[in-house]
């Protein structure tokens, strides 16, 4: 403010100087046309001053051939005198004119002489003086243009700083538009992550995640993990491995697959050896084990893919991958998925299809005739819900990450309070800064 203030001053002062600069350029103009006038007028009394020595000397030399004259009739008629001689009255008479017209002659040009001399002499005093007052306005307009540079240059930092502080003005503003948007991007992504973990949160207390697994399914789990961990060809249980298609086939799905559905599947015969011999050392409990090159696979039978309405292969019922075709084809063979016992009974009995038949809510008619049901709904089709849980954990802990992420991305340099305070003194020292150089 202290740099603002003294070029405010400055430009003040230079301001104020402007004026009397002018009055002295144009004084230096008015002496410089009176000098020359002065010069032109000495020349031409110098000239007069000529011309009237030269006529006065011409005037000199006659009134000397006059005077001669005079002088030789003086000496005449004294001569004359003394020989008792006397002048004629016409000798006499030409004496007194020549005398006459000789003194006159002499006196006006004289008197002329004097007046044209005086002249010079005023007009050369004049010249002087002239001189002299030129010599003290040009360096007064010295000083004046001395300080109009000083003032120029001064105006010249003025103009400097502003575009200095306008630029820093404009840098100021751009980082806080930059903040302000990041700060509304990253708002608008925190306020998409915690509503995509309220409603995780909501589908986690719809599918009980409260309650506490049994230890048996947590130390298979760690078993699993293991033998996926050491031997490269186990590729997981069959629950994990495939999933109906919809939420209702998943208690027939479940019966379907009875005691293979917690069974670990494996590239290879040998591969399964190894992981019992694992479990074994490891007394981690016993598991089944479906190696993919050595299981026995029967084609599935396409007539019962369209064999009545209401009926469909469990095999078309379940999503897998290619790759454990062959075991999911083992687990489920010709099987069929049932909408109600009436259709069951339909296949089984009615068109005597030797076939298991299974309805969505798990019971079951056997090859042999035989009917079993009453299974709880809380069975073995809670495996799925175990997945979608697994899933939910493992969106959960990605949201929260991301949230901390989000967290750690916001601007932290600056508050939008500092840039704010900054942009605001810049803008009034511009303000001022222009006042100043516009004053």
């Known amino acids: 403010m202290q740099m603002e203030r003294k070029v405010k001053k ?10 009397e600069l002018a009055a002295v350029e144009a004084q230096i103009a008015h002496s410089t046309r009176k000098i020359n006038k002065a010069a032109k007028t000495k020349e031409e009394v110098e000239k007069s001053v000529t011309d009237s020595t030269t006529k006065v000397k011409k005037l000199e030399k006659e009134l000397g051939s006059v005077e001669k004259v005079a002088n030789d009739a003086q000496e005449a008629q004294r001569k004359a005198s003394q020989h008792n001689m006397a002048l004629s009255d016409e000798s006499f008479q030409e004496y007194n004119h020549l005398q006459s017209t000789a003194s006159t002659l ?42 109009l540079q000083v003032q120029i240059e001064k105006k010249a930092e003025l103009e400097s700083r502003i575009a200095a502080l306008q630029t820093e003005l404009t840098e100021k503003k751009q980082e806080l538009d930059n903040q302000q948007s990041e700060k509304i991007r990253i708002e608008q992504l925190e306020a998409q ?16 995640i409260d309650k506490h697994e049994s230890e048996k399914e947590k130390k298979l789990k760690e078993t699993l993990a293991n033998l996926q961990r050491i031997f490269p060809g186990v590729r997981g249980r069959v629950v994990d491995l495939c999933k109906p298609s919809q939420r209702k086939y998943e208690m027939a799905v479940s019966v379907v697959l009875g005691r293979n559905i917690d069974a670990v599947v494996v590239d290879e015969e040998k591969t399964a050896i190894d992981c019992i011999e694992y479990m074994r ?36 019922v379940i999503q897998y991958e290619p790759a454990v075709e ?45 009917i ?3 299974r709880s709904t809380h069975g073995s089709s809670k495996k799925w819900d175990e997945k979608d849980v697994q899933g939910l954990v493992k969106q959960r802990d990605s949201l929260l990450s991301q949230l901390r992420e989000l967290g750690k ?12 305070a900054e942009v605001t003194t810049l803008e009034s020292s511009i303000t001022i800064a222009r006042d100043e150089l516009n004053a």
Do not use: W
């Not at 400055?10 to 004026?19: G, M």
């Not at 339909?346 to 090859?367: R, S, W």
């Open 281 to 316: 050392n490891q007394r981690a409990g016993q598991a089944t084990f479906i190696p993919l090159d050595t299981i026995q696979v029967k084609g599935v039978n396409d007539k019962f893919r369209s064999f009545a309405k209401g009926a469909r292969l469990a095999l078309d």
């Open 409 to 420: 991305q916001k601007p932290r340099t600056k508050t939008d309070e500092n840039l704010i």
């Open 106 to 147: 002499a006196v006006d040009e004289r008197q002329a002489l004097e007046n044209l001399t005086r002249d010079a002499k005023t007009t050369a005093r004049t010249l002087t003086t002239l001189k002299e007052k030129q010599e003290g306005l040009t360096d007064k307009k010295g000083l004046r243009s001395a300080d």
């Open 193 to 208: 992550a915690n509503e995509k973990l309220r409603h995780v949160y909501d589908q986690m207390l719809q599918a009980g």
């Open 372 to 374: 079993t049901g009453g």
């Open 10 to 19: 400055a430009e003040k002062a230079l301001e104020s100087k402007k004026p």
């Open 326 to 370: 062959r075991a999911m084809h083992h687990v489920c063979g010709s099987a069929l998925v049932c909408d109600t016992m009436e259709v069951a009974r339909y296949v089984c009995y009615d068109k005597g299809q030797e076939v298991k038949a299974v309805t969505l809510d798990g019971t079951i008619i056997h090859k042999s005739g035989l």
